[in-house]
Protein backbone atom coordinates (compact mmCIF):
# COMPACT_ATOMS: atom_id res chain seq x y z
CA UNK A 1 0.00 0.00 0.00
CA UNK A 2 2.83 2.15 0.81
CA UNK A 3 4.59 1.71 -2.67
CA UNK A 4 1.11 2.21 -4.38
CA UNK A 5 0.45 5.70 -2.52
CA UNK A 6 3.87 6.84 -3.24
CA UNK A 7 5.08 5.61 -6.68
CA UNK A 8 6.06 6.95 -10.08
CA UNK A 9 4.47 4.96 -12.93
CA UNK A 10 6.68 3.91 -15.91
CA UNK A 11 5.22 2.17 -19.06
CA UNK A 12 6.68 -0.34 -21.29
CA UNK A 13 8.89 1.48 -22.74
CA UNK A 14 9.70 -1.16 -25.55
CA UNK A 15 6.48 -1.87 -26.59
CA UNK A 16 5.02 -2.31 -30.22
CA UNK A 17 2.44 0.42 -29.57
CA UNK A 18 5.38 2.88 -28.84
CA UNK A 19 7.35 1.95 -32.11
CA UNK A 20 4.52 2.03 -33.90
CA UNK A 21 3.39 5.33 -32.61
CA UNK A 22 6.96 6.64 -33.24
CA UNK A 23 6.89 5.69 -36.87
CA UNK A 24 3.60 6.94 -37.55
CA UNK A 25 5.21 10.60 -36.28
CA UNK A 26 7.98 10.04 -38.44
CA UNK A 27 5.81 9.37 -41.40
CA UNK A 28 4.80 13.22 -42.12
CA UNK A 29 8.35 13.69 -43.64
CA UNK A 30 6.86 12.46 -46.91
CA UNK A 31 5.16 15.70 -46.90
CA UNK A 32 8.33 16.89 -48.05
CA UNK A 33 8.45 14.03 -51.26
CA UNK A 34 5.07 14.90 -51.84
CA UNK A 35 5.49 18.79 -52.28
CA UNK A 36 8.17 18.72 -54.18
CA UNK A 37 7.19 15.90 -56.18
CA UNK A 38 3.27 18.44 -56.66
CA UNK A 39 5.46 21.52 -57.51
CA UNK A 40 7.41 19.86 -60.15
CA UNK A 41 3.98 18.93 -62.26
CA UNK A 42 2.66 22.59 -61.54
CA UNK A 43 1.07 23.94 -64.95
CA UNK A 44 0.45 27.63 -64.11
CA UNK A 45 1.08 30.38 -66.10
CA UNK A 46 4.08 31.48 -63.99
CA UNK A 47 6.67 28.81 -62.19
CA UNK A 48 5.63 28.56 -58.70
CA UNK A 49 7.75 30.02 -56.29
CA UNK A 50 8.19 28.39 -52.72
CA UNK A 51 8.73 32.25 -51.57
CA UNK A 52 5.49 33.35 -52.99
CA UNK A 53 3.33 30.53 -53.50
CA UNK A 54 0.56 29.61 -51.17
CA UNK A 55 0.74 25.38 -49.81
CA UNK A 56 -2.47 25.16 -50.43
CA UNK A 57 -2.29 26.59 -54.08
CA UNK A 58 -0.87 23.29 -54.67
CA UNK A 59 -3.97 21.07 -53.38
CA UNK A 60 -6.09 23.36 -55.92
CA UNK A 61 -8.97 21.44 -58.06
CA UNK A 62 -9.17 24.05 -60.28
CA UNK A 63 -7.19 25.61 -62.89
CA UNK A 64 -7.60 29.56 -63.32
CA UNK A 65 -7.82 32.47 -60.99
CA UNK A 66 -8.17 32.37 -57.32
CA UNK A 67 -8.00 35.11 -55.02
CA UNK A 68 -6.13 37.03 -57.54
CA UNK A 69 -3.43 34.48 -57.73
CA UNK A 70 -2.96 32.34 -60.97
CA UNK A 71 -3.40 28.76 -59.88
CA UNK A 72 -3.11 25.08 -61.91
CA UNK A 73 -1.91 22.20 -59.92
CA UNK A 74 -2.84 18.98 -62.16
CA UNK A 75 -1.25 16.71 -58.94
CA UNK A 76 -3.56 18.54 -56.41
CA UNK A 77 -5.10 14.77 -55.42
CA UNK A 78 -1.06 13.82 -54.87
CA UNK A 79 -0.80 17.11 -52.46
CA UNK A 80 -4.11 16.17 -50.71
CA UNK A 81 -3.78 13.18 -50.18
CA UNK A 82 -0.30 14.09 -47.93
CA UNK A 83 -1.93 16.45 -45.94
CA UNK A 84 -4.60 13.96 -45.09
CA UNK A 85 -1.40 11.22 -44.55
CA UNK A 86 0.71 13.87 -42.52
CA UNK A 87 -2.68 14.51 -40.54
CA UNK A 88 -3.45 10.70 -39.76
CA UNK A 89 0.30 10.41 -38.18
CA UNK A 90 0.21 12.62 -36.10
CA UNK A 91 -3.16 11.45 -34.69
CA UNK A 92 -1.95 8.41 -34.60
CA UNK A 93 1.26 9.11 -33.01
CA UNK A 94 -1.08 11.07 -30.17
CA UNK A 95 -3.07 8.07 -29.94
CA UNK A 96 -0.78 5.47 -29.25
CA UNK A 97 2.02 7.07 -27.60
CA UNK A 98 0.66 7.55 -23.97
CA UNK A 99 1.59 10.54 -21.47
CA UNK A 100 3.44 8.86 -19.26
CA UNK A 101 5.78 7.15 -22.63
CA UNK A 102 6.53 10.90 -23.50
CA UNK A 103 7.75 11.66 -19.67
CA UNK A 104 10.70 9.01 -19.88
CA UNK A 105 10.88 8.69 -23.78
CA UNK A 106 13.82 11.21 -24.02
CA UNK A 107 15.97 9.66 -20.72
CA UNK A 108 17.80 6.53 -20.31
CA UNK A 109 17.95 5.24 -16.52
CA UNK A 110 14.33 4.54 -16.34
CA UNK A 111 12.56 0.44 -15.46
CA UNK A 112 12.90 -1.48 -18.78
CA UNK A 113 9.56 -2.98 -17.70
CA UNK A 114 6.15 -1.92 -16.71
CA UNK A 115 4.86 -0.56 -13.25
CA UNK A 116 5.68 1.14 -10.13
CA UNK A 117 8.80 2.32 -8.71
CA UNK A 118 9.31 4.38 -5.01
CA UNK A 119 9.39 7.82 -5.20
CA UNK A 120 10.07 11.04 -3.21
CA UNK A 121 7.35 13.77 -3.15
CA UNK A 122 9.43 16.33 -5.09
CA UNK A 123 9.72 13.81 -7.68
CA UNK A 124 6.02 12.84 -8.13
CA UNK A 125 5.33 16.45 -8.04
CA UNK A 126 7.89 17.00 -11.19
CA UNK A 127 6.63 14.03 -12.26
CA UNK A 128 2.87 14.92 -12.25
CA UNK A 129 3.34 18.22 -13.76
CA UNK A 130 5.23 16.23 -16.75
CA UNK A 131 2.56 13.92 -17.81
CA UNK A 132 0.01 16.56 -17.14
CA UNK A 133 2.54 18.75 -20.19
CA UNK A 134 2.43 15.31 -21.68
CA UNK A 135 -1.07 15.11 -22.20
CA UNK A 136 -1.51 18.82 -22.94
CA UNK A 137 1.22 17.94 -26.23
CA UNK A 138 -1.00 15.08 -27.43
CA UNK A 139 -4.22 16.64 -27.24
CA UNK A 140 -2.45 19.86 -29.62
CA UNK A 141 -0.86 17.16 -31.73
CA UNK A 142 -4.30 15.22 -32.39
CA UNK A 143 -5.55 18.50 -32.90
CA UNK A 144 -3.18 19.75 -35.15
CA UNK A 145 -3.33 16.73 -37.45
CA UNK A 146 -6.99 16.93 -37.28
CA UNK A 147 -6.04 19.76 -39.11
CA UNK A 148 -4.42 18.94 -41.60
CA UNK A 149 -6.83 16.47 -42.49
CA UNK A 150 -9.24 18.85 -42.96
CA UNK A 151 -6.98 20.74 -45.15
CA UNK A 152 -6.43 17.98 -47.17
CA UNK A 153 -10.35 16.69 -47.63
CA UNK A 154 -11.30 20.85 -47.91
CA UNK A 155 -9.37 22.19 -50.65
CA UNK A 156 -8.67 25.75 -50.77
CA UNK A 157 -11.12 26.17 -54.04
CA UNK A 158 -13.51 24.17 -52.65
CA UNK A 159 -15.28 27.37 -51.44
CA UNK A 160 -15.82 26.57 -48.21
CA UNK A 161 -14.28 27.80 -44.68
CA UNK A 162 -13.28 24.61 -43.28
CA UNK A 163 -10.13 24.98 -44.82
CA UNK A 164 -9.03 27.82 -43.62
CA UNK A 165 -9.95 26.14 -40.18
CA UNK A 166 -8.03 23.67 -40.38
CA UNK A 167 -5.48 25.43 -41.48
CA UNK A 168 -5.23 27.43 -38.39
CA UNK A 169 -5.63 24.34 -36.31
CA UNK A 170 -2.53 22.45 -37.42
CA UNK A 171 -0.73 25.97 -37.46
CA UNK A 172 -1.44 26.77 -33.71
CA UNK A 173 -2.04 23.64 -31.81
CA UNK A 174 1.20 22.07 -33.97
CA UNK A 175 3.40 25.02 -32.81
CA UNK A 176 1.99 24.72 -29.11
CA UNK A 177 2.40 20.91 -29.00
CA UNK A 178 6.30 21.26 -29.96
CA UNK A 179 6.75 24.14 -27.20
CA UNK A 180 5.01 21.66 -24.63
CA UNK A 181 6.94 18.68 -25.46
CA UNK A 182 10.11 20.66 -26.45
CA UNK A 183 9.82 22.60 -23.13
CA UNK A 184 9.54 18.68 -21.57
CA UNK A 185 12.58 17.29 -23.21
CA UNK A 186 15.03 19.80 -22.13
CA UNK A 187 16.53 17.84 -19.76
CA UNK A 188 16.34 14.73 -21.04
CA UNK A 189 17.65 15.06 -25.13
CA UNK A 190 19.56 17.59 -26.93
CA UNK A 191 16.82 17.42 -29.44
CA UNK A 192 14.40 18.78 -26.85
CA UNK A 193 16.40 22.30 -27.84
CA UNK A 194 15.06 21.55 -31.75
CA UNK A 195 11.52 20.74 -30.85
CA UNK A 196 11.25 24.13 -28.63
CA UNK A 197 13.01 26.31 -31.44
CA UNK A 198 10.64 24.66 -34.11
CA UNK A 199 7.54 26.01 -32.06
CA UNK A 200 8.94 29.02 -31.35
CA UNK A 201 9.58 29.64 -35.11
CA UNK A 202 5.87 28.60 -36.40
CA UNK A 203 4.29 30.19 -33.49
CA UNK A 204 5.86 33.51 -34.37
CA UNK A 205 5.55 33.15 -37.80
CA UNK A 206 2.11 32.42 -37.46
CA UNK A 207 1.53 35.24 -35.08
CA UNK A 208 3.44 37.48 -38.18
CA UNK A 209 1.11 36.49 -40.47
CA UNK A 210 -2.20 37.24 -38.48
CA UNK A 211 -0.99 41.11 -37.57
CA UNK A 212 0.25 41.17 -41.64
CA UNK A 213 -3.08 39.13 -42.81
CA UNK A 214 -0.21 37.72 -44.96
CA UNK A 215 0.52 40.88 -46.86
CA UNK A 216 3.59 40.91 -47.36
CA UNK A 217 6.49 40.11 -50.38
CA UNK A 218 6.86 36.49 -49.74
CA UNK A 219 3.36 35.11 -48.37
CA UNK A 220 4.49 32.12 -48.95
CA UNK A 221 8.17 31.85 -47.27
CA UNK A 222 6.29 33.40 -44.07
CA UNK A 223 3.39 29.84 -44.34
CA UNK A 224 6.22 27.34 -44.93
CA UNK A 225 7.80 29.00 -41.72
CA UNK A 226 4.71 27.54 -40.18
CA UNK A 227 4.35 24.65 -41.35
CA UNK A 228 8.00 23.49 -41.93
CA UNK A 229 8.77 23.17 -38.28
CA UNK A 230 5.85 21.54 -37.13
CA UNK A 231 6.59 18.64 -39.40
CA UNK A 232 10.50 18.88 -38.73
CA UNK A 233 9.57 19.10 -35.18
CA UNK A 234 7.01 16.20 -35.33
CA UNK A 235 9.35 13.96 -36.90
CA UNK A 236 12.04 15.12 -34.94
CA UNK A 237 10.15 13.62 -31.61
CA UNK A 238 9.08 10.66 -33.55
CA UNK A 239 13.00 9.71 -34.05
CA UNK A 240 13.62 10.35 -30.24
CA UNK A 241 10.98 8.20 -29.43
CA UNK A 242 11.91 5.44 -32.23
CA UNK A 243 15.48 5.02 -31.04
CA UNK A 244 14.53 5.18 -27.20
CA UNK A 245 12.58 1.98 -27.80
CA UNK A 246 14.75 0.59 -30.11
CA UNK A 247 17.81 0.70 -27.73
CA UNK A 248 15.46 -0.78 -24.77
CA UNK A 249 14.59 -3.83 -27.25
CA UNK A 250 18.55 -4.50 -27.38
CA UNK A 251 18.94 -3.96 -23.85
CA UNK A 252 16.21 -6.65 -23.30
CA UNK A 253 17.41 -9.16 -25.57
CA UNK A 254 20.61 -8.73 -24.00
CA UNK A 255 19.20 -9.01 -20.79
Known amino acids: AELSAGALYYPDVAATRFYVGALAKLSVLQYFVAEAAVIGAWA ?7 RTGYISDLGAVACGEFSGRDVCSPANLLMNASFVVQGLGMMVGALLLGSALLCCAARTGVPLRRGRVPGRAH ?8 VVAAAAARLLTGTAGAGTVIVGLVPEDAGSAWHVAGALMYFAAGALALLVLGWLWLRQTPLGWFILAC ?12 LTGMHVPEPGALERLMGYPITLGVAAAG ?3 AQRVRHERRLRRAS
Open 123 to 130: GRARWGAG
Open 44 to 50: GAEPYSR
Open 199 to 210: GAVSLAALIAGG
Open 239 to 241: LVI
